[in-house]
């Protein structure tokens, strides 16, 4: 009786071969595999800004990929920021790697890169040479595409973005920056906070030239974001930013393309190539912060939070698109 019970509950062939399907279906499925995290990278360089370096690497991903930079705003952390901005989502999406800079509470207390510092924004020194061996040591790491790496950030690493393309230009293809400001804005109005509330009174070519006596180029591209009701980094700041960048590329402030995207003012500054080297977001009604369209939508990522907004509009889609990360 007992054999013949342990006989009738034996397997079948076809509840065999049925189950070894179940399992190898769920092996080869994307997305059940153990996720990629966020990890701390050490020994990166002589880091003489004192930054911590943190990378997220999806799993599996091949050599020759891009790499992006993404820097935290006041307040914030790089996994924070990560998330928050939609930068790691993408990156799963889309088969990129992802170096996130974090300020330390002994450089700045209330963990903002150090923008508006001369010791921190000159090639060479500072945080901004932190973050260039944070972008070699990447690149060495997971063999990326050194032709594609692009920097971003929000507000205080917005400004830190406009740092990394005037100091390193030839390590970036393109900048993204939100809320933040143009290079060597501080220095321009004679402190951090005029620049913020108020704003620097240069002509382009001031502006320019700013950027010119720290590197000579080539240039990366920009595309800005900023809120039309932001009160911390007024809206002159972006205005600021185009012009700026539109006479590093030796183009006009007059805008090729005017459009609306989500239902916000958008604009394009071509150059005589007729290659897109400014852009512009201004997203109305939207304070201080990283604009966000949470979901599972193709052209959505981010997580809603402090100075990270739902707006239905996400920038880091919009930029990566831009980048041809997708």
Known sequence: MTQTRAASRRPTPLALATLL??????????????????????????????????RYVPDGLPTGRPVVVALHGCTQNASGYGTGSGWLQLADRWGFSVVLPQQQTANNASSCFNWFQSGDIARGQGEAASVAQMVDRQLADVSGDGSRVYVTGLSAGGGMTAVMMAAYPERFASGGIVAGLPYGCAQAAGSPYVCMYVGAT??????????RAAHPGPWPTLIAFQGTADYTV??????????????????????????????YPHQVFRDAAGRAVVETYSVTGMGHGQPVDPGSGSEQCGTAGAYVLDVNLCAAYRMGRAWGLG
């Open 234 to 263: 007024k809206p002159v700041n972006m205005t600021d930013l185009m012009r700026q960048w539109t006479d590093v590329h030796g183009t006009d402030q007059t805008a090729d393309v005017s459009d609306t995207v989500a239902g």
């Open 21 to 54: 399907i179940a399992l190898i279906a769920a092996f080869l499925t994307p997305g059940r595999a153990t996720a990629a995290s966020l990890q701390e990278v050490t020994g990166f360089g002589t880091n003489p800004g004192a930054l911590r370096m943190f």
């Open 202 to 211: 240069q002509t382009p070519k001031q502006w320019g030239d700013r950027v």
